[in-house]
């Protein structure tokens, strides 16, 4: 008999401070009309010095079980994907084992910066299939605003700090994700990175990138990726209900929704008020529209990322 990977649960959690882009232009030169009309950003949540990207995890996973009723003691992995990891070992996702006294159950992060959600899915959906495990607990977390380096108006006005989680279940329907493809291509390695890294120079480094390079790969190789994955499971662009890009440029996801014939009503933003999370932003984006009751059960949702590397992907699932 098959199994399926189903969506049991999902949550997300923002850190109480807001930098607004009124606030930015007391820290650098920049204005409210240049971010907003470059990127369709408003403002974004900072995590404070103490608040660190383990505790955004644990409180979306708390949010996750609460909303969805699961016992955390049923969940058997633990998977963070995260570029702004507490530490550079252990890693996170043992940090969100401990706080549960989930014992004996493998953790790990995996690190493909703003596409780690879609390579998670991927990785969860395997495991699942191949009976590895029933109960996946995946999150999406991060804290950009401590590797934006503020005094370059060119990235810190874009990077917001959040956490999204989802509960990953064995399930015999054909339900829930319906088909992955990830991809990357170090060429563009240059073009986005952090300079610093415990190899390199022992530092933690900040974001340095090439906007214009990202920007013009960003809206075909989103495009492709999620016309290969509706490929893969035989639907169509008429069959999505929601397309929930990355949240990182509010032209970036137009632009791509219209390469892809959807439109912008179908179409979840969240950028205005979150930012670029990173690989926390879809399942921010995903857990904020369910519970404004945009996304509703049974909705099928087409979802792609793109980030340093690059990398990039889409994912088909149904609600
Ligand atoms: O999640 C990872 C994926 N990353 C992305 O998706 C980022 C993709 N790229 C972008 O979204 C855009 O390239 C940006 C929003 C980052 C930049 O927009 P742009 O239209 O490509 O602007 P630009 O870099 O060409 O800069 C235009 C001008 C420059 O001034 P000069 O050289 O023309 O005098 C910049 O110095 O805008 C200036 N500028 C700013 N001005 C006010 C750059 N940042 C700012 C700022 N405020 N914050």
Redesign the pocket.
Known sequence: MNIYTKISGFGHFLPKKIYSNEDLKKI????DE??YS??GIKQRHIAESNELTSNLAINAALSAFNNSKIDPKVIDCIIIATTTPDNTFPSTATKVQNFFQLKDIPSFDIQA??SGFIYGLQIADSFIKSEKFKNILLIGAETLSKIVDWKD??TC??FGDGAGSMILSADKKKNGILSTKIYSDGEWIDS?YADGGPSLNQRVGKIR?K??D??KQ?VTKLSQATENALKECNLNKEDINWFVP?Q??Q??ILSTAKKLGIGEKKTISTVENHA?T?AASIPLAISSAVNSGKIKKNDILALCA???GLTWGSCILKI
């Open positions: 650098v030169d920049t204005s240049w971010i470059r990127t910066v703003c108006r060119r006005v874009l986005l990138m906007g214009q990202i920007f960003a990355h990182a440029n032209r970036i670029n990173s793109i980030g340093g």
